[in-house]
């Protein structure tokens, strides 16, 4: 062979390595756009869902108010005179003299026009009228301008959510509702406040006048058993299974079913609490009492499983110098472990409760769906729970409950990363490196 | 008297047993002839311990089982002819549900509860007999606990002495009490279990279990007469368990290689402030309740897909498959991706030296290296991420559909095992019918299918661990 063949072929090596190297670092570049492309899809999903929420959601948190002069005439409201509270209360025709005053002022004509004209008021309007005269009696017989809810579609359609453009048999709000609306507007009757109600009442088929208090009330008294019964069971167990427990075939068992029972689908614990709780010990439906016990059963495997880490995470050294200086076994563990586990220990609950906080399915099977206006009084009364409450006015049909349903997942949201971040935070505080 | 208010009591005589113990002791030590042999709070603890604890097991039994044993009284009380839901009937030809039925009315009459029909006047003598039966057992329960703390009290207190080790007593019902407490976890197990089995094994009496794991066609909407039309519900649940394969798969298609290619690259090359900063974003989507992605799912991205599908021309359900499986995912990606995560970095960094020394792109390496390396623990992750899809409730139940139809097309509505417990399950006074007895059917399954892929996968990861540690 040549010297001039040799380096030929040497060039031709050459190329190839170099045309295999080109390739080789096409693919590495592909691969890391993979994962790129990989995580921007988790970012962006997130971000879209938070901004569909918010953007449809903040809006709850106002609402529409409508001015309206109404003529107390005696004949309606005090037939006979006395104007003492209840008699108010129970002879006193508010809607009436509404719809007369409401008639006059905007000449509706006919019954239907009547219909829609009120439609146009929350029910609670009357109410709201109620209570004024109540509280000013000596009104009674001349006119009184007040503030009342909109409806729904009015409130609707004043935070632009209704499309004016579309044929009036595809929209909520008519042509005749948008005069009167747009005569209101004119005339500065109609103003937008922080919707109170959504925070202290109860929840209501008129998306105006559904509150979420109740379900936050139902939640705290859930959380509260929950935590009454997880709290001290799982640390017991983590403790005993760490610093106790004899090695041998029962506490494997034990172990390895903690391991299954965290990640049992949580509907089957409603079945368990629906079979068990309700069927077999007669507990009340739709109580907190039995969704604290479902949630607590739930969440006792995460308390479980973090509270061994965190006793682990203790060095022997530890133990070693208690019991050198003639602790008990239980003292060791009372007095010093548990107190420098506690932290970690917290952090998991806190993480567990906050799992518990988001749960639905378990609770749909023991009855806590039901429709309940009531403010819960305590842990035995029924009620429901605010993811419960958000499932609930997401099944409802009306457009206003939409943005009450993304108000719902905005406050759920709020309360989960409040608890997140103190669990972050209480970690960051007191985690110690030995 | 409240419940509330016979644990408040107790929880006050235990403080003042305690205080009580504590002082007796101080004072047998200070009259100074020989020291007690343990601290002075460890005698009051005890006599607390005697206070409280036998008073409280036995409130917790009498609550747990006294209504089981009033209604039978109550039932024995009742009149030899009873009405059941507008007949007349001897008491012994009443089956058992309806006997249940009967004992719900009378007890939500006494307690005021809603009622269902007519209040006849035996229900009504029946309710008054369950409230005097109520009180009584109340009455015999606080007498008996006042018994049992008086005789604790007694007791402990007079034990206090220098030869009483009461240290070693206290710390034996501690370990007693710590013990219990790690049976509950199994008891909970057992008691899913036992009520799964139970409430099937009645669905099973009715509707053959062959009937019910291979036929094709679930209508479990049984009339309320029997002569109506379709009055014998069907319950093939071959139709609910593809739908919940189909949507499985659709969100494995989703969240398998989203997460895997989101851990791989946060493990392998994001810089400690990208991983800093996606990390809680990942966990951010890990902690989004469920309802939410279900709410998401119907509100947003189903109406997306149907317009989109429909655009270029194909039908699409408005509850499709295909948009449950996407955000169902989603939901699951941070799953895969933490586990993936955790499976990666416990390859040991000897293997990606020795394959990047030998010239190895950092992908070869994790392609032919990394991945096969640790390609048990992967597929452990998977097994646990389908386990937690086949277990998914609210996304589905918020955006599937409600009718089983067998179908493997992701552009129509199905249904799954999770939606038809829920539907047979929610707003049903009756509870002997298939249909809700269906729901326990099918939740047995649901338990055994995840059970074993939980079993397998922590079994795998397990191994998996052992290998490199």
Same mark, same amino acid.
């Given at each position: 062979?040549?010297?001039?063949?040799?380096?030929?072929?040497?060039?031709?090596?050459?190329?190839?390595?170099?045309?295999?190297?080109?390739?080789?670092?096409?693919?590495?570049?592909?691969?890391?756009?993979?994962?790129?492309?990989?995580?921007?899809?988790?970012?962006?999903?997130?971000?879209?869902?938070?901004?569909?929420?918010?953007?449809?959601?903040?809006?709850?948190?106002?609402?529409?108010?409508?001015?309206?002069?109404?003529?107390?005439?005696?004949?309606?409201?005090?037939?006979?005179?006395?104007?003492?509270?209840?008699? /108010?209360?129970?002879?006193?025709?508010?809607?009436?003299?509404?719809?007369?005053?409401?008639?006059?002022?905007?000449?509706?004509?006919?019954?239907?026009?009547?219909?829609?004209?009120?439609?146009?008021?929350?029910?609670?309007?009357?109410?709201?009228?109620?209570?004024?005269?109540?509280?000013?009696? %000596?009104?009674?017989?001349?006119?009184?301008?007040?503030?009342?809810?909109?409806?729904?579609?009015?409130?609707? /359609?004043?935070?632009?959510?209704?499309?004016?453009?579309?044929?009036?048999?595809?929209?909520?709000?008519?042509?005749?509702?948008?005069?009167?609306?747009?005569?209101?507007?004119?005339?500065?009757?109609?103003?937008?406040?922080?919707?109170?109600?959504?925070?202290?009442?109860?929840?209501?088929?008129?998306?105006?006048?559904?509150?979420?208090?109740?379900?936050?009330?139902?939640?705290?008294?859930?959380?509260?058993?929950?935590?009454?019964?997880?709290?001290?069971?799982?640390?017991?167990?983590?403790?005993?299974?760490?610093?106790?427990?004899?090695?041998?075939?029962?506490?494997?068992?034990?172990?390895? %079913?903690? %391991?299954?029972?965290?990640?049992?689908?949580?509907?089957?614990?409603?079945?368990?609490?629906?079979?068990?709780?309700? %069927?077999?010990?007669?507990?009340?439906?739709?109580?907190?009492?039995?969704?604290?016990?479902?949630?607590?059963?739930?969440?006792?495997?995460?308390?479980?499983?973090?509270?061994?880490?965190?006793?682990?995470?203790?060095?022997?050294?530890?133990?070693?110098?208690?019991?050198?200086?003639?602790?008990?076994?239980?003292?060791?563990?009372?007095?010093?472990?548990?107190?420098?586990?506690?932290?970690?220990?917290?952090?998991?609950?806190?993480?567990?409760?906050?799992?518990?906080?988001?749960?639905?399915?378990?609770?749909?099977?023991?009855?806590?769906?039901?429709?309940?206006?009531?403010?819960?009084?305590?842990?035995?009364?029924?009620?429901?729970?605010?993811?419960?409450?958000?499932? /609930?006015?997401?099944?409802?049909?009306?457009?206003?409950?939409?943005?009450?349903?993304?108000?719902?997942?905005?406050?759920?949201?709020?309360?989960?990363?409040?608890?997140?971040?103190?669990?972050?935070?209480?970690?960051?505080?007191?985690?110690?490196?030995? | 008297?409240?419940?509330?208010?016979?644990?408040?009591?107790?929880?006050?005589?235990?403080?003042?047993?305690?205080?009580?113990?504590?002082?007796?002791?101080?004072?047998?030590?200070?009259?100074?002839?020989?020291?007690?042999?343990?601290?002075?709070?460890?005698?009051?603890?005890?006599?607390?311990?005697?206070?409280?604890?036998?008073? =409280?097991?036995?409130?917790? =039994?009498?609550?747990?089982?006294?209504?089981?044993?009033?209604?039978?009284?109550?039932?024995?009380?009742?009149?030899?002819?009873?009405?059941?839901?507008?007949?007349?009937?001897?008491?012994?030809?009443?089956?058992?549900?309806?006997?249940?039925?009967?004992?719900?009315?009378?007890?939500?009459?006494?307690?005021?509860?809603?009622?269902?029909?007519?209040?006849?006047? =035996?229900?009504?003598?029946?309710?008054?007999?369950?409230?005097?039966?109520?009180?009584?057992?109340?009455?015999?329960?606080?007498?008996?606990?006042?018994?049992?703390?008086?005789?604790?009290?007694?007791?402990?207190?007079?034990?206090?002495?220098?030869?009483?080790?009461?240290?070693?007593?206290?710390?034996?019902?501690?370990?007693?009490?710590?013990?219990?407490?790690?049976?509950?976890?199994?008891?909970?197990?057992?008691?899913?279990?036992?009520?799964?089995?139970?409430?099937?094994?009645? =669905?099973?009496?009715?509707?053959?279990?062959?009937?019910?794991?291979?036929?094709?066609?679930?209508?479990?909407?049984?009339?309320?007469?029997?002569?109506?039309?379709?009055?014998?519900?069907?319950?093939?649940?071959?139709?609910?368990?593809?739908?919940?394969?189909?949507?499985?798969?659709?969100?494995?298609?989703?969240?398998?290689?989203?997460?895997?290619?989101?851990?791989?690259?946060?493990?392998?090359?994001?810089?400690?402030?990208?991983?800093?900063?996606?990390?809680?974003?990942?966990?951010?989507?890990?902690?989004?309740?469920?309802?939410?992605?279900?709410?998401?799912?119907?509100?947003?991205?189903?109406?997306?897909?149907?317009?989109?599908?429909?655009?270029?021309?194909?039908?699409?359900?408005?509850?499709?498959?295909?948009?449950?499986?996407?955000?169902?995912?989603?939901?699951?990606?941070?799953?895969?991706?933490?586990?993936?995560?955790?499976?990666?970095?416990?390859?040991?960094?000897?293997?990606?030296?020795?394959?990047?020394?030998?010239?190895?792109?950092?992908?070869?390496?994790?392609?032919?290296?990394?991945?096969?390396?640790?390609?048990?623990?992967?597929?452990?992750?998977?097994?646990?991420?389908?386990?937690?899809?086949?277990?998914?409730?609210?996304?589905?139940?918020?955006?599937?559909?409600?009718?089983?139809?067998?179908?493997?097309?992701?552009?129509?509505?199905?249904?799954?095992?999770?939606?038809?417990?829920?539907?047979?399950?929610?707003?049903?006074?009756?509870?002997?019918?298939?249909?809700?007895?269906?729901?326990?059917?099918?939740?047995?399954?649901?338990?055994?299918?995840?059970?074993?892929?939980?079993?397998?996968?922590?079994?795998?990861?397990?191994?998996?661990?052992?290998?490199?540690?």
């Amino acid at each position: 062979m040549t010297d001039a063949s040799d380096s030929v072929m040497i060039a031709n090596q050459k190329e190839k390595v170099r045309e295999s190297l080109r390739k080789r670092l096409r693919s590495e570049r592909r691969f890391r756009a993979y994962g790129v492309v990989a995580i921007s899809f988790a970012v962006l999903m997130l971000v879209f869902l938070i901004g569909t929420i918010i953007s449809n959601g903040y809006s709850a948190f106002s609402q529409t108010w409508l001015k309206v002069d109404v003529t107390l005439e005696k004949d309606l409201i005090a037939p006979d005179g006395r104007t003492d509270p209840k008699t /108010l209360r129970e002879n006193g025709d508010f809607r009436a003299s509404l719809i007369e005053s409401l008639v006059a002022k905007f000449k509706s004509r006919g019954r239907e026009e009547e219909r829609l004209l009120m439609a146009m008021f929350s029910t609670s309007a009357e109410q709201t009228l109620q209570e004024h005269v109540i509280r000013n009696p %000596n009104e009674i017989g001349g006119t009184v301008s007040i503030w009342v809810r909109a409806s729904s579609d009015i409130d609707q /359609l004043y935070k632009g959510r209704i499309n004016r453009d579309l044929p009036q048999t595809s929209r909520t709000v008519k042509d005749i509702q948008l005069r009167w609306y747009d005569l209101m507007a004119a005339e500065r009757r109609i103003d937008s406040r922080f919707n109170k109600g959504f925070f202290y009442s109860g929840d209501s088929r008129e998306p105006e006048q559904a509150g979420f208090w109740g379900a936050i009330v139902g939640s705290f008294f859930t959380m509260l058993v929950t935590l009454i019964l997880a709290f001290p069971v799982g640390v017991a167990t983590a403790v005993y299974l760490e610093e106790f427990a004899p090695k041998n075939r029962f506490t494997d068992l034990i172990e390895v %079913n903690i %391991n299954n029972l965290a990640a049992v689908p949580s509907i089957v614990f409603g079945l368990l609490g629906l079979a068990v709780f309700l %069927n077999f010990f007669e507990l009340p439906r739709s109580a907190p009492l039995v969704g604290g016990m479902v949630l607590a059963l739930m969440t006792l495997p995460t308390i479980i499983i973090s509270g061994r880490a965190a006793l682990k995470a203790v060095p022997p050294s530890v133990r070693e110098a208690a019991l050198g200086l003639g602790a008990s076994r239980v003292q060791v563990v009372t007095h010093h472990v548990l107190p420098l586990a506690m932290p970690g220990i917290l952090t998991g609950t806190i993480i567990g409760m906050a799992q518990a906080l988001g749960e639905t399915a378990p609770l749909l099977m023991i009855g806590m769906v039901a429709f309940i206006v009531d403010i819960p009084g305590g842990p035995t009364d029924a009620s429901t729970v605010i993811p419960v409450q958000i499932y /609930l006015w997401a099944d409802s049909p009306e457009r206003g409950f939409v943005e009450k349903t993304s108000g719902g997942i905005m406050v759920l949201l709020i309360f989960l990363v409040t608890m997140n971040a103190s669990a972050v935070y209480l970690r960051k505080k007191f985690e110690r490196r030995w | 008297m409240s419940y509330g208010l016979i644990l408040a009591v107790l929880l006050v005589l235990t403080v003042i047993g305690f205080y009580m113990g504590r002082s007796r002791a101080r004072a047998v030590n200070a009259s100074g002839l020989t020291r007690l042999h343990s601290l002075p709070s460890y005698y009051g603890a005890h006599v607390a311990i005697w206070i409280a604890l036998p008073a =409280f097991v036995l409130f917790l =039994f009498w609550i747990s089982f006294q209504n089981v044993i009033i209604d039978g009284i109550v039932w024995n009380g009742l009149p030899d002819r009873v009405v059941v839901l507008g007949e007349e009937r001897t008491k012994s030809s009443v089956s058992a549900e309806q006997k249940q039925l009967l004992i719900n009315n009378i007890t939500n009459y006494a307690t005021g509860d809603i009622t269902i029909g007519a209040i006849s006047d =035996f229900v009504r003598r029946g309710a008054a007999h369950y409230q005097r039966l109520q009180e009584l057992s109340t009455l015999i329960m606080v007498a008996v606990m006042a018994m049992l703390i008086a005789i604790g009290l007694l007791l402990t207190y007079r034990s206090i002495s220098p030869s009483m080790r009461a240290r070693n007593q206290v710390e034996r019902v501690v370990l007693l009490l710590l013990m219990v407490a790690s049976t509950i976890a199994l008891l909970t197990t057992v008691g899913i279990v036992l009520s799964l089995l139970f409430e099937a094994f009645q =669905f099973f009496a009715k509707i053959s279990p062959i009937d019910f794991l291979f036929g094709l066609k679930w209508s479990p909407q049984t009339a309320i007469r029997s002569d109506q039309v379709g009055a014998s519900g069907a319950f093939g649940a071959i139709p609910v368990f593809t739908g919940t394969m189909l949507i499985t798969i659709i969100a494995m298609i989703v969240a398998v290689p989203v997460g895997l290619f989101a851990a791989i690259y946060l493990s392998e090359y994001a810089s400690r402030r990208v991983r800093a900063a996606i990390k809680p974003v990942l966990e951010v989507l890990a902690g989004i309740p469920t309802v939410v992605y279900g709410f998401f799912a119907a509100l947003t991205i189903a109406p997306v897909i149907r317009d989109a599908g429909n655009a270029i021309g194909l039908t699409v359900a408005s509850e499709s498959a295909l948009a449950a499986g996407l955000i169902m995912g989603i939901m699951i990606i941070p799953f895969v991706s933490s586990l993936s995560d955790d499976v990666i970095n416990a390859v040991p960094q000897s293997l990606r030296d020795g394959s990047l020394g030998l010239g190895a792109t950092r992908s070869e390496t994790i392609r032919q290296v990394i991945l096969p390396a640790a390609l048990p623990g992967i597929v452990g992750a998977v097994l646990l991420a389908v386990s937690r899809a086949i277990g998914e409730t609210m996304i589905v139940v918020m955006a599937a559909g409600l009718s089983a139809k067998l179908t493997v097309n992701p552009l129509d509505a199905v249904t799954t095992v999770t939606v038809q417990i829920v539907t047979n399950l929610t707003g049903d006074p009756e509870f002997d019918s298939p249909k809700t007895l269906s729901a326990f059917a099918l939740g047995l399954m649901l338990f055994l299918v995840t059970l074993c892929l939980n079993v397998i996968a922590l079994r795998v990861v397990q191994k998996y661990r052992e290998k490199y540690d």
